[in-house]
Every structure is written in structure tokens, then in C-alpha cells.
């Protein structure tokens, strides 16, 4: 399989690339500059390397310089931004800084003939983020793009198969972005375009297969698309020296417990651990009303939890987690281990020592995960499910919570999450759910007065769920959910619906 070395500076858009370049059917890897020398590049066999862009200025001392001797290689070379710029200096060329060099946004961009782009437009728009430029090419190289304020928009050494481009072709915002790639990727690199999901499980299988020979890995399964598609392809590796441990605090959704087991316990035969701990929870909960004191304990009993049935289990070597590429971002690359270990667990016990983490989704975003999950075949409730808070119902029923009051948030949840997928409004509705408030309302059924609970309906519209809208979910159907659960569910006297966006309100009410 041919694959291309992603060498990355610390740029905003690194992953960005990788995916792109995946998307042309070649596997593309992520390596961080300092964790990468010359040699490992040459026994690696890469077709092509990308420099990626970063956030710093060449000339900086604290900026990430590299081995110059990886333009020797005879492997092509593309920089991008910070990367061609780092090629310029490199290759003793001149970067420099004027005011009013920097360009941020839509740039007027027109090119010039070169392999790099074919099947590009003379004149076009790209994305650009910098304030240095590069005054004076290395020699070698010639010109081959520029911008209003950019002398050298691109340069390229084609008897060396060196490129770089100052734009991000790897943003949609470039309007030829895709091509350039292409001709990097496939004309200038020559790599086949083979690589499909099937091929990241293949090679991720073959993998933990040799590094995790003989060793007794743990996984938190929580049932969300990240965690079981981890377990899954992990299990293919280890079979059963992975130990999935799932830990059912009573707050997960209608039948949800019985649904995670019966599907990776039965169906994939995974090495699963189901703990009923819903009692211990409640009792933990009981008489709690504050939000964050909810998350808390929570958090400390989850841990608790998972503690005792890892020791059960006993000399445990490797961590497992179904990290992912936001995850990453969120938490700072170079301190995501440690943090995400506790974002996804709770936050481990210091004295429960792991010899290693493994994060096989580590570099794939969120719809690649749901690919490779569809491809294991993970059934669709898995992968296509919308995201659900750790805390789980605690957070939905406001104030105290107690099992009769979970009973009727379950059973009001249900009903809205049918009607919204008889009626098909997947699309437009990415989280939704029912939120049991703590006031009690006056209604009327046949001749007699009821005093039963309000529930909410939220829905939200929203691509990364940092601002969201309400979903315009039509009338007939929030008819139906309401006289559903009114007629279906004990205890109900009324249902609203919650039009608040995000901001000012946030998705869930605690
Ligand atoms: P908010 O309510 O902050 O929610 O607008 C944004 C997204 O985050 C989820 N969420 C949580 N997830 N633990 C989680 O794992 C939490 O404590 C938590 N609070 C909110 C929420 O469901 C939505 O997708």
C-alpha cells in the first residue's frame, strides 16, 4: 500500500490534510516533526511527504526546524504555508516579513503551468493564513503562483520533485485545493489509489496484532460509536485479552443497557463485563439536585466502578480508547493521552498504572469512524447515533432524581425519538431529546384532573454542538409526540417544546 508521511508543524489544518489525501483512496499518516527522524522516514518507504503549516515565523529560535537532509531523499516533497516557507529556508532561500505582507482569507491566486496544476484554472481563489512570504526562492526553484500581495504563492524545484505552496489547498475555501492535491498526490508522488476503510482495518488489525501480542488490554465500552468501534476492531486484533468493561449506571436510555450487551456480548462476542451499578448510582444521587454536583458524583462512582472491576480482572497492561481526531484538538496534542484518559473514563485512579494507551481511531474524524464502524458492521443504532452525555439522564431530569422519575423520562424520550425517525427528520435534528423538568402542571383527562410533570422536547440543528438551533421540527409531529406520550405515559400532564438556540442557551438544561 502506498502511503504519504503528513509531517506536522503544529498548523491548524494538519488532519484536514491527511483526510484529504485519503479521500484520493492513499493513506496518508500523521507524524508530529519531533517524533520522526530522517531514517525512520526512509525505512518507512513513504511515496510522498507533505510539510504541513505552522504557527510560527522560520526565523523564530523556537520555531520546529527539520533534518534538511528528508529533501534529499528523493521522495517528493510538498510544504504547505509554514511548510513552504520552511523549504525555502531550508534550501537557503529568503523568508520575510512586511507590513502589509499578511493575507488571511480569500486570495485572488493565479498559477502558472506546472504539474502541481493541472486541471487548475489560471486565475482562481485559495485560502491564506500567514505574515511571512518568501521573498526570494531557493535556487532551483522557480515561481509558479502568486497573489496580489504574495510574490512566490507557490514554487517548485520539478527536477527534485520539491513543492510548496504558501495557500492551504487542503481547505474547501480553495477552490482548486482538491486538484492540487491530486496532482501532488497521484501524478507527481505516482501513488496507486487502493486504499479504502477496509485496508485501515486490515493494516490497524495487523498492527495491534504484533504490539499487543500477549498483552491484557482494557476498554471502557459505553455503547457511543467511538468506544464500540475501538472494542471492535481492537477484539479483531486481540480477541480475548481485550476486556471491555461496560458499566450500566442506570442512567442510559430505554433498554439501552440490554442493547449494548446483547449486541457486542452476543453478536460480536466481545470479552464484555456488564456492571449493574444502577443502584449504587442512585443511591449516590440521592436527594442531589446541583447540575455539576450530579456530574460529579457521577464521575467519582463511574471511576470507582471501573476500578474494581479492572482489579477483578487483574495485571492489566494496556489502556485502550476510542480517542478521536477532535478529541485530540480539544485537548492539546501532546497532552492528549493523559487528558482524554480521563475525559473518557472518568479519570483513572494515579495508582492504576498502564504501561501504554492505544488509541486506534486517533486520526480520523468523527464520519470516518462511522465508515469504519459500518464496515466492521456495527448496526446503524451504533453508528449513527447521536451524541448522549456521560452523565446520561442525570443531566435530563432536572432537580432530584429518582427511579420513578427516570422510568418516565425514558419512556417520553423514546416515544419523541421514534416519531423523529418514522417521520425522517434525522437530518435536521442531530441531538434530540426529552428533558423531565421538575414542575408539575394541571391537566385535564376524561373528566378528571390530572397534576403530572411537564416534559421538554429539545432538538437541536447544529454541525459541532459549540452553537446550535432549535430544529424547525413540524407541528403535525410535535402533535403526535405530545399526544403519544401524554396518552402512553404515566405521570405526563404536559409537553413544550424548547426553542432556545445556542447560545444563549446550551443543549442540555444542566
Ligand atoms: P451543551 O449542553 O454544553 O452540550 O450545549 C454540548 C454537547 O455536549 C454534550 N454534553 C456532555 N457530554 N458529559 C458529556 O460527555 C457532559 O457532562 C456533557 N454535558 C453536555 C451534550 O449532550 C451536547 O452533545
Given at each position: 500500500?502506498?502511503?504519504?508521511?503528513?509531517?506536522?508543524?503544529?498548523?491548524?489544518?494538519?488532519?484536514?490534510?491527511?483526510?484529504?489525501?485519503?479521500?484520493?483512496?492513499?493513506?496518508?499518516?500523521?507524524?508530529?516533526?519531533?517524533?520522526?527522524?530522517?531514517?525512520?522516514?526512509?525505512?518507512?518507504?513513504?511515496?510522498g511527504i507533505i510539510f504541513t503549516g505552522g504557527p510560527n515565523s522560520v526565523y523564530d529560535?523556537?520555531?520546529?526546524?527539520?533534518?534538511?537532509?528528508?529533501?534529499?531523499?528523493?521522495?517528493?516533497?510538498?510544504?504547505?504555508?509554514?511548510?513552504?516557507?520552511?523549504?525555502?529556508?531550508?534550501?537557503?532561500?529568503?523568508?520575510?516579513?512586511?507590513?502589509?505582507?499578511?493575507?488571511?482569507?480569500?486570495?485572488?491566486?493565479?498559477?502558472?503551468?506546472?504539474?502541481?496544476?493541472?486541471?487548475?484554472?489560471?486565475?482562481?481563489?485559495?485560502?491564506?493564513?500567514?505574515?511571512?512570504?518568501?521573498?526570494?526562492?531557493?535556487?532551483?526553484?522557480?515561481?509558479?503562483?502568486?497573489?496580489?500581495?504574495?510574490?512566490?504563492?507557490?514554487?517548485?524545484?520539478?527536477?527534485?520533485?520539491?513543492?510548496?505552496?504558501?495557500?492551504?489547498?487542503?481547505?474547501?475555501?480553495?477552490?482548486?485545493?482538491?486538484?492540487?492535491?491530486?496532482?501532488?498526490?497521484?501524478?507527481?508522488?505516482?501513488?496507486?489509489?487502493?486504499?479504502?476503510?477496509?485496508?485501515?482495518?486490515?493494516?490497524?488489525?495487523?498492527?495491534?496484532?504484533?504490539?499487543?501480542?500477549?498483552?491484557?488490554?482494557?476498554?471502557?465500552?459505553?455503547?457511543?460509536?467511538?468506544?464500540?468501534?475501538?472494542?471492535?476492531?481492537?477484539?479483531?486484533?486481540?480477541?480475548?485479552?481485550?476486556?471491555?468493561?461496560?458499566?450500566?449506571?442506570?442512567?442510559?436510555?430505554?433498554?439501552?443497557?440490554?442493547?449494548?450487551?446483547?449486541?457486542?456480548?452476543?453478536?460480536?462476542?466481545?470479552?464484555?463485563?456488564?456492571?449493574?451499578?444502577?443502584?449504587?448510582?442512585?443511591?449516590?444521587?440521592?436527594?442531589?439536585?446541583?447540575?455539576?454536583?450530579?456530574?460529579?458524583?457521577?464521575?467519582?462512582?463511574?471511576?470507582?466502578?471501573?476500578?474494581?472491576?479492572?482489579?477483578?480482572?487483574?495485571?492489566?497492561?494496556?489502556?485502550?480508547?476510542?480517542?478521536?481526531?477532535?478529541?485530540?484538538?480539544?485537548?492539546?496534542?501532546?497532552?492528549?493521552?493523559?487528558?482524554?484518559?480521563?475525559?473518557?473514563?472518568?479519570?483513572?485512579?494515579?495508582?492504576?498504572?498502564?504501561?501504554?494507551?492505544?488509541?486506534?481511531?486517533?486520526?480520523?474524524?468523527?464520519?470516518e469512524v462511522r465508515e469504519v464502524g459500518r464496515t466492521l458492521g456495527i448496526p446503524a443504532?451504533?453508528?449513527?447515533?447521536?451524541?448522549?452525555?456521560?452523565?446520561?439522564?442525570?443531566?435530563?431530569?432536572?432537580?432530584?432524581?429518582?427511579?420513578?422519575?427516570?422510568?418516565?423520562?425514558?419512556?417520553?424520550?423514546?416515544?419523541?425519538?421514534?416519531?423523529?425517525?418514522?417521520?425522517?427528520?434525522?437530518?435536521?435534528?442531530?441531538?434530540?431529546?426529552?428533558?423531565?423538568?421538575?414542575?408539575?402542571?394541571?391537566?385535564?383527562?376524561?373528566?378528571?384532573?390530572?397534576?403530572?410533570?411537564?416534559?421538554?422536547?429539545?432538538?437541536?440543528?447544529?454541525?459541532?454542538?459549540?452553537?446550535?438551533?432549535?430544529?424547525?421540527?413540524?407541528?403535525?409531529?410535535?402533535?403526535?409526540?405530545?399526544?403519544?406520550?401524554?396518552?402512553?405515559?404515566?405521570?405526563?400532564?404536559?409537553?413544550?417544546?424548547?426553542?432556545?438556540?445556542?447560545?444563549?442557551?446550551?443543549?442540555?438544561?444542566?
Open positions: 500500500m502506498d502511503k504519504i508521511l503528513v509531517l506536522d508543524f503544529g498548523g491548524q489544518y494538519n488532519q484536514l490534510i491527511a483526510r484529504r489525501v485519503r479521500e484520493q483512496h492513499v493513506y496518508a499518516e500523521i507524524k508530529a516533526y519531533n517524533r520522526v527522524r530522517v531514517d525512520d522516514i526512509k525505512k518507512e518507504g513513504y511515496r529560535p523556537s520555531s520546529p526546524h527539520y533534518d534538511a537532509e528528508v529533501l534529499n531523499l528523493k521522495i517528493p516533497v510538498l510544504g504547505i504555508c509554514y511548510g513552504d516557507q520552511l523549504i525555502a529556508y531550508m534550501k537557503n532561500g529568503k523568508v520575510s516579513s512586511a507590513e502589509n505582507s499578511s493575507e488571511y482569507g480569500r486570495t485572488d491566486l493565479t498559477v502558472t503551468e506546472s504539474e502541481l496544476f493541472e486541471g487548475v484554472a489560471k486565475e482562481s481563489v485559495c485560502w491564506m493564513s500567514h505574515n511571512d512570504y518568501i521573498s526570494e526562492v531557493p535556487n532551483g526553484f522557480r515561481i509558479i503562483a502568486t497573489t496580489p500581495k504574495c510574490p512566490c504563492a507557490a514554487m517548485e524545484d520539478k527536477q527534485n520533485r520539491i513543492y510548496g505552496v504558501q495557500f492551504h489547498p487542503e481547505v474547501t475555501h480553495t477552490q482548486f485545493g482538491k486538484e492540487i492535491l491530486h496532482n501532488f498526490v497521484i501524478k507527481i508522488c505516482g501513488c496507486k489509489q487502493d486504499w479504502r476503510m477496509d485496508s485501515f482495518i486490515e493494516s490497524t488489525v495487523e498492527r495491534y496484532k504484533k504490539e499487543l501480542a500477549g498483552k491484557k488490554v482494557l476498554l471502557a465500552l459505553s455503547g457511543g460509536v467511538d468506544s464500540s468501534v475501538a472494542a471492535v476492531l481492537l477484539d479483531k486484533a486481540i480477541g480475548h485479552n481485550l476486556h471491555c468493561v461496560f458499566v450500566d449506571h442506570g442512567l442510559l436510555r430505554k433498554n439501552e443497557g440490554d442493547l449494548v450487551e446483547k449486541t457486542f456480548k452476543d453478536r460480536f462476542r466481545l470479552n464484555l463485563i456488564r456492571v449493574n451499578a444502577q443502584e449504587r448510582f442512585l443511591n449516590k444521587l440521592a436527594g442531589v439536585s446541583e447540575p455539576e454536583q450530579k456530574r460529579k458524583i457521577i464521575g467519582e462512582e463511574f471511576v470507582r466502578v471501573f476500578e474494581e472491576e479492572a482489579r477483578k480482572i487483574g495485571n492489566l497492561d494496556v489502556l485502550a480508547q476510542g480517542t478521536i481526531y477532535p478529541d485530540v484538538v480539544e485537548s492539546g496534542k501532546e497532552e492528549s493521552a493523559v487528558i482524554k484518559s480521563h475525559h473518557n473514563v472518568g479519570g483513572l485512579p494515579e495508582d492504576m498504572l498502564f504501561e501504554s494507551v492505544v488509541e486506534p481511531l486517533r486520526d480520523l474524524f468523527k464520519d443504532e451504533f453508528v449513527d447515533r447521536q451524541p448522549f452525555p456521560g452523565p446520561g439522564l442525570a443531566i435530563r431530569v432536572i432537580g432530584e432524581i429518582t427511579q420513578e422519575k427516570l422510568e418516565i423520562l425514558k419512556d417520553a424520550d423514546l416515544i419523541f425519538r421514534e416519531e423523529i425517525k418514522k417521520n425522517g427528520l434525522e437530518s435536521i435534528a442531530n441531538q434530540y431529546f426529552a428533558v423531565l423538568t421538575g414542575v408539575r402542571a394541571v391537566g385535564v383527562m376524561g373528566d378528571a384532573r390530572t397534576y403530572g410533570y411537564v416534559v421538554a422536547l429539545r432538538s437541536v440543528t447544529t454541525d459541532d454542538f459549540m452553537t446550535a438551533e432549535f430544529s424547525r421540527i413540524p407541528y403535525d409531529v410535535l402533535e403526535t409526540v405530545c399526544g403519544r406520550i401524554i396518552n402512553e405515559v404515566a405521570g405526563v400532564s404536559r409537553v413544550v417544546y424548547d426553542i432556545t438556540s445556542k447560545p444563549p442557551g446550551t443543549v442540555e438544561w444542566e
